[in-house]
């Protein structure tokens, strides 16, 4: 049996790549399992400075498993339940993206609908390949994409959101960067380089930086503006006073590259 996410070490930079081809990659509870599982070895992994998410086959993911959805639905005994663990873990893994110290780009090289669309969205940034399309097409099978709002609407305009979800419709890889869903769009022979070197260009920068930027980004989101200017002056004083931002600001000055360990 393959193995549901394939995790490739290029340097400082980690390429987690969906191998469920056969089904479109769908977030199974197996896939959703081994997502976790592969954030949780990479959190506490020092040498990791930049995450790629990746897959194989024609789509980035096409969502939840429906089949097992199905065949949870057929127990009128657990049904409830199945469901209400599967968009718990779901959610779960969903979340262990903005909390990890590296930033996550999404490599997206196929379709990304429903769940996928919601993993893209959950992403700190994401390159597309030409072609590619993007969508919460749920409610066309009667089954509106909550879950995958609370990523989307994260990520992009509260309207252009509520468009996606209640129509249905795709939108392209160029109207995805229109509306901050994704940050790049380039063609896809050469997609994999272009998520590499942007996953290189941020693990070449300070480590402690990202981690404590990325941590106050997301901190910050949820703030209202004092608070928000609070708590980016903490991080900024906690940044400040690293020996290596003062190696870095004196090497600036003396027009040098930073001597980092």
């Given amino acids: 049996m393959q193995e549901p996410v394939l995790r490739q070490d290029h340097g400082h930079v980690v390429r987690l790549v969906l191998n469920s081809p056969a089904n479109f990659n769908a977030l199974s509870l197996e896939m959703i399992d081994a997502l976790s ?3 949780r070895r990479i959190e506490s992994d020092e040498h990791v400075r930049a995450v790629i998410l ?5 789509a980035f993911s096409a969502g939840h498993d429906l089949r097992q959805m199905q065949a949870a639905r057929a127990d009128d005994d657990a049904g409830r339940a199945a469901f209400e663990q599967l968009f718990s873990r779901c959610a779960g893994m969903m979340q262990m ?3 990890l110290p590296q930033p996550v780009i999404a ?3 196929g379709i990304a609908t429903a769940a996928g669309c919601q993993l893209v969205a959950s992403c700190d940034l994401a390159v597309a390949a030409e072609g590619v399309r993007f969508g919460v097409n749920g409610v066309n099978i009667g089954l509106f994409c909550s879950t995958p709002m609370v990523a989307l609407t994260r990520a992009i305009a509260p309207r252009a959101a509520f468009e996606m979800l209640a129509t249905g419709e795709f939108v392209t890889a160029d109207r995805a960067r229109e509306l901050g869903l994704v940050n790049r769009v380039v063609p896809a022979k ?3 380089q272009a ?8 693990a070449a920068k ?3 930086a990202v981690h404590m930027g990325k941590r106050a980004f997301h901190e910050q989101l949820r703030l209202g503006l004092g608070e928000a200017y609070a708590c980016a002056g903490e991080v900024m004083c906690e940044n400040m006073l690293l020996p290596d931002t003062d190696e870095g600001i004196r090497a600036f000055l003396e027009k040098r590259a930073p001597n980092w360990a």
Avoid: S
Wanted: aromatic content about 4%; charged content about 20%.
């Fill in 206 to 208: 300070l480590p402690a």
């Fill in 37 to 39: 599982a592969a954030f």
């Fill in 97 to 99: 993206i903005p909390a």
């Fill in 107 to 109: 490599e997206v090289q």
């Fill in 54 to 58: 990746a897959a194989t086959g024609k």
């Fill in 195 to 202: 998520a590499m070197e942007l996953a290189r260009t941020i």
């Fill in 190 to 192: 050469d997609l994999p």
